[in-house]
């Protein structure tokens, strides 16, 4: 692991909300290949750090850096939020944001937004590298789709799905990206257990076969513990310890921050 | 009626239909040939000049609805201005005509006005929302409405194209010869079927996705990389485009436009037809400009005279409540009820057997 | 001097009149989410009952504002038992539609039963009795106009403020859903909305009706000019849309008679579309928060 390169690097990141540090001073880093879990207490911050990342909140201080396709660090802080996507870095929403009034397939589709090249005037006339263009992208979403098991339904509606094949659609929608860094906010919430044993495979098959690294936030400590290489533990928004599983299920201050001081 | 007899018409409509699923632009130019049909109806004695004109004013609504749509149906925003674009068309045409300029400058120049104007709401529409957008448009029809009634270069009441619009530059359609009345109407049904061409290819492209995407979740679209300004301004520049076709249609077929009609009424009408007919719906549009101009027009008026207004508002009231989506989505329970007939009925052959 | 006078006096007066529309315009779109687009045309119809009664029983201004005031009452509960409430999930868009259904509705009535003159109303005080001030006219149906909105207004106020009714109004407003759980009788509070709302459109048409007489659109500027008023007070707020209402009235006077008459109102639009730009929830109006 430690010839690894670093995908993702926190520096002294903080965020404050009026009077209330919601970040504090955190820094963390994701190496290529890695799956990281970043876990904590309810209201400790990770959808904070999350949304540092993405560049949804754009007042934070302290630097994060991204190794980009061609292999470049770059400073996130430089580029818009709708530009993060096209680096490599795409994320999942907690409470899944799909468009529930359009098919699998298009919202599928939705994800290879930034790849296309044609622009509104050739769809208007519905030229030829337009027909093959959006030929091509749909070649790329059958693929997610049968390699996620979802290809018979492509053509129904998202709207009426069950949770846990909502929760596969948006997961497809972040591969349309070609994303290098994939960041998952809550993927087993409201999943029963076979679903998260199954999402369990599909992230390491994810992994293998799309060649990204995964940063998730996860409530489930099972799942946590057994997908993670390295979990990164904080609480209020501070750094408490990152690790492998095993010694931060048995660092002190994790265990504080979850169960409470001893008297 | 029996299962045999639905079997065989479906067999018989199968190859068409799966034609058409295949193309479905294809099905906008069989509905635009059809309608072309009105245009002779008047020559042969069947029907007066009118009831055509009527149905022109269909077409000139359902352009006008189908760039609303965008707003409404894909990108979740509304616009109260959008009889000021459809003056904008109507009477921009007619005084660039005036001013002797050719017919295709005229158009050219009058889009690209308006297009800019739609442009900056899209801007605005960057900070400002919901209700206050909605009023804010209603703003910008309000002020286009009193330069129109108040400017002395429309001309007061109305103006008037003299001599009808020339095309290419040698062929001449006034609107004084019956002729040359419904070759007119004929090209408002061309440039209505090119429109909803044009529209179906917008939404089924990443254009419309991505309205959809940025309508239901604005922070979802952006991690996909959607920019709201760039499709902002997509929604309101389109939507004002085809208000502004809309306009240029009534210039071209009526070539006496009144400087009066652009107002709030107008456009509330122009939202129900989206509302009623259909969100996000091609022909639910067509369906819902036929439904509050030409119900009304063609069929309450001579049925039930002076109170066909109360019954358009009753049935606006009914057609929401009981389609919130529009009356286009009948379809989908005219699905349900004939596949339910049919299993009915090949219950009834099997017990018949026994 | 006397010209300054004037136009003050006339934009309190008008500015009264597009207050208490305005209000209820921001009454139903706080409690029953959607914009009123028929709030002028209920106000309408009221009137021509009003002056309808007068013109054939011959009963006095006074009286017949009060029935008219009862019928618009009995005018909004009507609405919303048989339109709004049934209409209760439907979509915010197809909701505002639903009251241009109204409108036109009431359209179509207005002939039918009133015939198609249109009618006079009186001013509640005759114009005799009038004040001379610095030179211009200072009517006393002024003076009453004025007063009379800006004491119900107070009083709807301290309503909403200090009562369990008003109460009932704030949280409905503000989220019906859970304040239903609560045990709010929301489906009443939205009733009472439609009905004082009708109440305020019909006052608004009272009051306007002696400048313009009653006929089917007497009410438009008035209600465009509300909408405006909405904006520009914020309509998170109920005192806002009543100063935005004043604002909108001294506003387009002073530009009509000192700068342009045709060009006033077009300037005023305008630098209210540049204001909203900058403070795009109005005057006294509150962002929103929204969750990522």
Same mark, same amino acid.
């Given at each position: 692991?430690?010839?690894?390169?670093?995908?993702?690097?926190?520096?002294?990141?903080?965020?404050?909300?009026?009077?209330?540090?919601?970040?504090?001073?955190?820094?963390?880093?994701?190496?290529?290949?890695?799956?990281?879990?970043?876990?904590?207490?309810?209201?400790?911050?990770?959808?904070?750090?999350?949304?540092?990342?993405?560049?949804?909140?754009?007042?934070?201080?302290?630097?994060?850096?991204?190794?980009?396709?061609?292999?470049?660090?770059?400073?996130?802080?430089? +580029?818009?939020?709708?530009?993060?996507?096209?680096?490599?870095?795409?994320?999942?929403?907690?409470?899944?944001?799909?468009?529930?009034?359009?098919?699998?397939?298009?919202?599928?589709?939705?994800?290879?937004?930034?790849? +296309?090249?044609?622009?509104?005037?050739?769809?208007?006339?519905?030229?030829?590298?337009?027909?093959?263009?959006?030929?091509?992208?749909?070649?790329?979403? +059958?693929?997610?789709?049968?390699?996620?098991?979802?290809?018979?339904?492509?053509?129904?509606?998202?709207?009426?799905?069950?949770?846990?094949?909502?929760?596969?659609?948006?997961?497809?929608?972040?591969?349309?990206?070609?994303?290098?860094?994939?960041?998952?906010?809550?993927?087993?919430?409201?999943?029963?257990?076979?679903?998260?044993?199954?999402?369990?495979?599909?992230?390491?098959?994810?992994?293998?076969?799309?060649?990204?690294?995964?940063?998730?936030?996860?409530?489930?400590?099972?799942?946590?513990?057994?997908?993670?290489?390295?979990?990164?533990?904080?609480?209020?928004?501070?750094?408490?310890?990152?690790?492998?599983?095993?010694?931060?299920?048995?660092?002190?201050?994790?265990?504080?921050?979850?169960?409470?001081?001893?008297? | 009626?029996?299962?045999?007899?639905?079997?065989?018409?479906?067999?018989?409509?199968?190859?068409?239909?799966?034609?058409?699923?295949?193309?479905?632009?294809?099905?906008?130019?069989?509905?635009?040939? !059809?309608?072309?049909?009105?245009?002779?109806?008047?020559?042969?004695?069947?029907?007066?000049?009118?009831?055509?004109?009527?149905?022109?004013?269909?077409?000139?609504?359902?352009?006008?609805?189908?760039?609303?749509?965008?707003?409404?149906?894909?990108?979740?925003?509304?616009?109260?201005?959008?009889?000021?674009?459809?003056?904008?068309?109507?009477?921009?045409?007619?005084?660039?005509?005036?001013?002797?300029?050719?017919?295709?400058?005229?158009?050219?120049?009058?889009?690209?006005?308006?297009?800019?104007?739609?442009?900056?709401?899209?801007?605005?529409?960057?900070?400002?929302?919901?209700?206050?957008?909605?009023?804010?448009?209603?703003?910008?029809?309000?002020?286009?409405?009193?330069? +129109?009634?108040?400017?002395?270069?429309?001309?007061?009441?109305?103006?008037?194209?003299?001599?009808?619009?020339?095309?290419?530059?040698?062929?001449?359609?006034?609107?004084?010869?019956?002729?040359?009345?419904?070759?007119?109407?004929?090209?408002?049904?061309?440039?209505?079927?090119?429109?909803?061409?044009?529209?179906?290819?917008?939404?089924?492209?990443?254009?419309?996705?991505?309205?959809?995407?940025?309508?239901?979740?604005?922070?979802?679209?952006?991690?996909?990389?959607?920019?709201?300004?760039?499709?902002?301004?997509?929604?309101?520049?389109?939507?004002?485009?085809?208000?502004?076709?809309?306009?240029?249609?009534?210039? #071209?077929?009526?070539?006496?436009?009144?400087?009066?009609?652009?107002?709030?009424?107008?456009?509330?009408?122009?939202?129900?037809?989206?509302?009623?007919?259909?969100?996000?719906?091609?022909?639910?549009?067509?369906?819902?400009?036929?439904?509050?101009?030409?119900?009304?027009? !063609?069929?309450?008026?001579?049925?039930?005279?002076?109170?066909?207004?109360?019954?358009?508002?009753?049935?606006?009231?009914?057609?929401?409540?009981?389609?919130?989506?529009?009356?286009?989505?009948?379809?989908?329970?005219?699905?349900?009820?004939?596949?339910?007939?049919?299993?009915?009925?090949?219950?009834?052959?099997?017990?018949?057997?026994? | 001097?006397?010209?300054?006078?004037?136009?003050?006096?006339?934009?309190?007066?008008?500015?009264?009149?597009?207050?208490?529309?305005?209000?209820?315009?921001?009454?139903?779109?706080?409690?029953?989410?959607?914009?009123?687009?028929?709030?002028?045309?209920?106000?309408?119809?009221?009137?021509?009952?009003?002056?309808?009664?007068?013109?054939?029983?011959?009963?006095?201004?006074?009286?017949?504002?009060?029935?008219?005031?009862?019928?618009?009452?009995?005018?909004?509960?009507?609405?919303?038992?048989?339109?709004?409430?049934?209409?209760?999930?439907?979509?915010?868009?197809?909701?505002?539609?639903?009251?241009?259904?109204?409108?036109?509705?009431?359209?179509?009535?207005?002939?039918?039963?009133?015939?198609?003159?249109?009618?006079?109303?009186?001013?509640?005080?005759?114009?005799?009795?009038?004040?001379?001030?610095?030179?211009?006219?200072?009517?006393?149906?002024?003076?009453?106009?004025?007063?009379?909105?800006?004491?119900?207004?107070?009083? #709807?106020?301290?309503?909403?403020?200090?009562?369990?009714?008003?109460?009932?109004?704030?949280?409905?407003?503000?989220?019906?859903?859970?304040?239903?759980? #609560?045990?709010?009788?929301?489906?009443?509070?939205?009733?009472?909305?439609?009905?004082?709302?009708?109440?305020?459109?019909?006052?608004?048409?009272?009051?306007?009706?002696?400048?313009?007489?009653?006929?089917?659109?007497? !009410?438009?500027?008035?209600?465009?000019?509300?909408?405006?008023?909405?904006?520009?007070?914020?309509?998170?707020?109920?005192?806002?849309?009543?100063?935005?209402?004043?604002?909108?009235?001294?506003?387009?006077?002073?530009?009509?008679?000192?700068?342009?008459?045709?060009?006033?109102?077009?300037?005023?639009?305008?630098?209210?579309?540049?204001?909203?730009?900058?403070?795009?929830?109005?005057?006294?109006?509150?962002?929103?928060?929204?969750?990522?």
């Amino acid at each position: 692991m430690e010839s690894k390169k670093t995908i993702l690097e926190l520096n002294k990141v903080s965020m404050h909300f009026g009077g209330l540090t919601a970040v504090d001073e955190l820094s963390l880093d994701v190496k290529e290949g890695e799956i990281v879990g970043l876990i904590g207490p309810n209201g400790a911050g990770k959808t904070t750090v999350f949304n540092c990342v993405t560049q949804f909140y754009k007042e934070y201080t302290g630097d994060i850096y991204f190794q980009n396709h061609d292999g470049d660090q770059v400073d996130l802080r430089d +580029y818009k939020v709708t530009d993060i996507a096209k680096l490599g870095l795409i994320r999942t929403f907690q409470n899944v944001e799909l468009v529930k009034d359009l098919s699998i397939l298009d919202n599928l589709l939705i994800g290879a937004h930034h790849h +296309y090249e044609t622009g509104i005037i050739q769809h208007i006339l519905h030229t030829k590298k337009a027909r093959s263009e959006e030929k091509r992208m749909k070649e790329k979403a +059958y693929e997610i789709l049968k390699f996620l098991k979802i290809y018979e339904i492509k053509d129904f509606y998202v709207a009426g799905q069950p949770y846990g094949i909502l929760k596969k659609i948006e997961i497809a929608r972040t591969l349309m990206s070609d994303p290098k860094l994939i960041i998952l906010d809550e993927p087993a919430a409201g999943l029963n257990d076979q679903e998260t044993d199954e999402l369990e495979t599909l992230i390491h098959q994810i992994r293998e076969n799309y060649h990204t690294t995964i940063l998730l936030i996860e409530h489930d400590m099972g799942f946590v513990m057994n997908i993670c290489d390295r979990v990164c533990a904080i609480n209020f928004g501070k750094f408490l310890a990152m690790d492998i599983p095993k010694n931060i299920q048995k660092n002190p201050s994790v265990q504080e921050a979850y169960l409470g001081k001893d008297e | 009626m029996n299962v045999k007899f639905l079997t065989k018409i479906e067999e018989l409509l199968g190859p068409f239909s799966a034609k058409l699923r295949k193309h479905p632009n294809l099905t906008f130019v069989v509905f635009g040939l !059809l309608l072309c049909l009105v245009a002779l109806l008047p020559h042969l004695g069947l029907m007066n000049f009118g009831t055509m004109s009527i149905i022109a004013y269909i077409t000139i609504y359902a352009v006008t609805a189908l760039g609303l749509n965008i707003l409404l149906g894909f990108s979740g925003l509304i616009s109260l201005g959008t009889a000021g674009f459809v003056g904008a068309g109507a009477l921009g045409t007619a005084v660039f005509i005036e001013m002797g300029l050719p017919f295709e400058l005229a158009v050219v120049l009058v889009l690209t006005i308006s297009g800019s104007i739609g442009a900056l709401i899209g801007l605005f529409s960057l900070k400002v929302e919901g209700i206050y957008l909605a009023i804010a448009t209603l703003f910008v029809g309000e002020i286009l409405r009193q330069i +129109y009634t108040q400017v002395p270069i429309f001309g007061g009441n109305s103006i008037q194209i003299d001599g009808g619009i020339k095309l290419l530059g040698f062929i001449e359609l006034s609107q004084i010869f019956k002729e040359q009345r419904s070759m007119l109407f004929v090209l408002l049904v061309i440039i209505m079927v090119l429109m909803m061409i044009a529209m179906n290819n917008i939404i089924k492209s990443k254009t419309g996705r991505a309205l959809l995407a940025m309508s239901r979740s604005e922070h979802a679209a952006q991690a996909m990389g959607i920019s709201l300004l760039k499709y902002r301004l997509t929604a309101f520049v389109l939507a004002t485009l085809f208000a502004t076709v809309g306009g240029i249609m009534y210039a #071209m077929y009526f070539q006496t436009i009144p400087t009066t009609s652009w107002s709030l009424d107008l456009s509330l009408f122009i939202i129900a037809m989206v509302v009623v007919g259909g969100f996000k719906s091609i022909y639910g549009t067509f369906l819902g400009a036929f439904i509050i101009h030409g119900i009304p027009n !063609l069929i309450l008026k001579d049925l039930l005279g002076d109170i066909s207004y109360i019954f358009s508002g009753v049935l606006i009231i009914l057609v929401i409540i009981f389609y919130p989506n529009g009356f286009v989505y009948i379809w989908v329970d005219i699905k349900k009820g004939y596949s339910k007939l049919k299993k009915r009925l090949q219950k009834d052959v099997t017990t018949d057997g026994k | 001097m006397s010209d300054l006078f004037g136009i003050i006096f006339n934009s309190l007066e008008t500015g009264s009149v597009y207050a208490l529309a305005a209000l209820g315009i921001v009454l139903i779109f706080r409690t029953s989410k959607t914009t009123n687009f028929a709030q002028g045309m209920i106000g309408t119809f009221n009137a021509y009952i009003a002056a309808y009664v007068m013109l054939s029983l011959g009963w006095s201004i006074w009286i017949v504002a009060l029935l008219a005031l009862v019928t618009a009452f009995l005018t909004g509960i009507i609405i919303d038992t048989f339109i709004i409430r049934p209409a209760s999930k439907v979509n915010a868009i197809s909701k505002q539609i639903i009251t241009l259904g109204i409108i036109m509705v009431i359209v179509g009535l207005l002939p039918k039963i009133f015939g198609v003159a249109s009618f006079q109303l009186p001013r509640f005080i005759a114009s005799e009795y009038s004040l001379d001030i610095f030179g211009a006219t200072l009517f006393y149906n002024t003076i009453f106009v004025i007063v009379l909105s800006l004491t119900l207004m107070g009083g #709807m106020f301290m309503f909403i403020q200090h009562t369990k009714w008003g109460l009932a109004t704030r949280v409905t407003a503000s989220d019906e859903t859970t304040s239903k759980l #609560m045990g709010v009788p929301t489906k009443r509070v939205t009733m009472i909305s439609w009905a004082t709302a009708a109440m305020l459109g019909t006052l608004a048409a009272l009051f306007v009706a002696p400048r313009v007489s009653v006929y089917g659109n007497m !009410l438009l500027t008035v209600q465009i000019s509300a909408f405006f008023a909405g904006t520009l007070g914020g309509f998170s707020t109920f005192f806002g849309p009543v100063v935005g209402a004043y604002i909108i009235a001294f506003s387009r006077n002073f530009t009509q008679f000192y700068i342009s008459d045709i060009w006033g109102n077009v300037m005023v639009y305008t630098l209210i579309l540049v204001f909203l730009y900058f403070k795009p929830y109005g005057l006294f109006g509150k962002k929103p928060t929204k969750k990522v």
